[in-house]
């Protein structure tokens, strides 16, 4: 069994609660005691970034940066179509209007910009991160640019880091990424000082209500929290290693009719989540490609309650899934904002995109267990065709 945390954690939280002094949380410093001061320095650090401000949620963390960048109602804000629903609904949250932009074929990232845009949030996908020279363009235009670095920690373009590259980048410590805070958490990185000030203030409203002219909120990280994510932090790199050596594994045992990305050689993928496509070519439907991967789990394996095969959060899972089902402007909260020109790569990708699960928490056996599976599932499909 695959232990998810080790020793050095639960030492580093026991810490902060049976040595707590004046220093620990928010009692007298509006900065956060000293593991907040210290994780948010080096996460910071990590990613070529002087500051950190850490919150309790990767979409605290969209609303904060977006209020400290002054979006407001009716504010233009692009977006990318295809993303979790939380890059686009913090904009929504502010009374801006998303501005769904399309993906490349390649990244699946955002790589075009619509004009009189003044913000915008390219999200970099699944580790995967988005073109540098796009979002240096965006801002020789005077364009925001908010990184949602929520699905890439330690990722980089050409040796230049995620979170870096824009305004300020944005990250998320939910349990399901790379590193966690205790399972929720998030954090805002920036080189801008008077940007970082801005969102201390809008995170702990306690200390400015005597001459603050903007509202502020109760988004604070407490220490035992950042004390965990310290402990993460310093075994990032081989965390990604992980990540790495489990999506190697899948790409050479994957057959031909799943089509793994194109990773290009200028760029440190994270690999949060495999992207991959169904290849048109199969003659296979990928939606009923799954739901006979689905009914086959319980022929291969003795059953789901025996089997070894446990997913993301401990749930008995499979490896693979439809990814993103639907783009943004699909879903019943946004369809007011759809484009006019429908976003074809990103609708593209709906149909065809498969997401695979390479967490570090899975082990190598149990990844070519359900890599079996996969392979009978589609010899089946391919006889009965």
Same mark, same amino acid.
């Given at each position: 069994?695959?232990?998810?945390?080790?020793?050095? +954690?639960?030492?580093?939280?026991?810490?902060?609660?049976?040595?707590?002094?004046? @220093?620990?949380?928010?009692?007298?410093?509006?900065?956060?005691?000293?593991?907040?001061?210290?994780?948010?320095?080096?996460?910071?650090?990590?990613?070529?970034?002087?500051?950190?401000?850490?919150?309790?949620?990767?979409?605290?963390?969209?609303?904060?940066?977006?209020?400290?960048?002054?979006?407001?109602?009716?504010?233009?804000?692009?977006?990318?179509?295809?993303?979790?629903?939380?890059?686009? =609904?913090?904009?929504?949250?502010?009374?801006?209007?998303?501005?769904?932009?399309?993906? &490349?074929?390649?990244?699946?990232?955002?790589?075009?910009?619509?004009?009189?845009?003044?913000?915008?949030?390219?999200?970099?996908?699944?580790?995967?991160?988005?073109?540098? +020279?796009?979002?240096?363009?965006?801002?020789?235009?005077?364009?925001?640019?908010?990184? &949602?670095?929520?699905?890439?920690?330690?990722?980089?373009?050409?040796?230049?880091?995620?979170?870096?590259?824009?305004?300020?980048?944005?990250? =998320?410590?939910?349990?399901?990424?790379?590193?966690?805070? @205790?399972?929720?958490?998030?954090?805002?990185?920036?080189?801008?000082? +008077?940007?970082?000030?801005?969102?201390?203030?809008?995170?702990?409203?306690?200390?400015?209500?005597?001459?603050?002219?903007?509202?502020?909120?109760?988004? /604070?990280?407490?220490?035992?929290?950042?004390?965990?994510?310290?402990?993460?932090?310093?075994?990032?790199?081989?965390?990604?290693?992980?990540? /790495?050596?489990?999506?190697?594994?899948?790409?050479?045992?994957?057959? &031909?009719?799943?089509?793994?990305?194109?990773?290009?050689?200028?760029?440190?993928?994270?690999?949060?989540?495999?992207?991959?496509?169904?290849?048109?070519?199969?003659?296979?439907?990928?939606?009923?490609?799954?739901?006979?991967?689905?009914?086959?789990?319980?022929?291969?394996?003795?059953?789901?309650?025996?089997?070894?095969?446990?997913?993301?959060?401990? /749930?008995?899972?499979?490896?693979?899934?439809?990814?993103?089902?639907?783009?943004? %402007?699909?879903?019943?909260?946004?369809?007011?904002?759809?484009?006019?020109?429908?976003?074809?790569?990103?609708?593209? %990708?709906?149909?065809?995109?498969?997401?695979?699960?390479?967490? /570090?928490?899975?082990?190598?056996?149990?990844?070519? +267990?359900?890599?079996?599976?996969?392979?009978?599932?589609?010899?089946?499909?391919?006889?009965?065709?």
């Amino acid at each position: 069994m695959v232990l998810r945390f080790g020793k050095e +954690e639960v030492k580093a939280v026991s810490k902060t609660i049976t040595n707590a002094s004046y @220093l620990s949380g928010y009692t007298n410093k509006y900065l956060g005691g000293e593991e907040i001061q210290k994780f948010e320095k080096d996460f910071a650090r990590f990613h070529q970034c002087k500051y950190g401000i850490t919150v309790n949620s990767g979409t605290t963390a969209l609303f904060v940066a977006q209020l400290a960048a002054g979006i407001k109602s009716k504010n233009k804000v692009a977006v990318p179509c295809y993303t979790f629903t939380a890059s686009t =609904s913090q904009i929504v949250a502010h009374g801006a209007k998303p501005i769904f932009q399309d993906i &490349d074929t390649e990244s699946h990232c955002m790589n075009t910009i619509s004009k009189n845009t003044k913000f915008a949030i390219p999200v970099h996908l699944l580790g995967h991160p988005c073109k540098h +020279e796009f979002i240096k363009e965006m801002m020789e235009k005077n364009i925001f640019v908010i990184e &949602d670095c929520a699905q890439s920690s330690g990722a980089k373009y050409k040796g230049k880091s995620v979170g870096s590259m824009g305004n300020c980048g944005v990250f =998320s410590f939910q349990e399901t990424k790379h590193i966690t805070t @205790l399972g929720e958490g998030g954090i805002i990185v920036t080189n801008n000082e +008077e940007f970082a000030e801005k969102c201390r203030r809008i995170r702990n409203h306690g200390e400015y209500y005597m001459n603050d002219t903007q509202v502020g909120y109760n988004f /604070r990280l407490t220490e035992a929290q950042a004390a965990f994510g310290r402990v993460q932090l310093k075994k990032l790199p081989k965390i990604i290693d992980t990540f /790495r050596e489990n999506a190697q594994l899948i790409f050479k045992n994957l057959p &031909d009719e799943i089509i793994p990305p194109n990773i290009p050689k200028n760029i440190s993928h994270s690999f949060l989540l495999l992207g991959c496509r169904f290849s048109t070519k199969s003659n296979l439907d990928k939606n009923q490609f799954l739901e006979k991967l689905t009914k086959n789990r319980k022929k291969f394996l003795d059953s789901d309650e025996k089997s070894d095969i446990k997913g993301i959060n401990f /749930r008995p899972g499979k490896i693979i899934g439809a990814g993103y089902k639907v783009v943004q %402007y699909q879903i019943p909260l946004y369809k007011k904002y759809r484009p006019k020109i429908s976003c074809k790569n990103g609708e593209e %990708y709906v149909k065809n995109g498969l997401f695979l699960d390479i967490h /570090r928490w899975r082990s190598k056996s149990e990844i070519k +267990e359900e890599l079996n599976i996969i392979k009978k599932t589609l010899e089946s499909m391919k006889k009965n065709s």
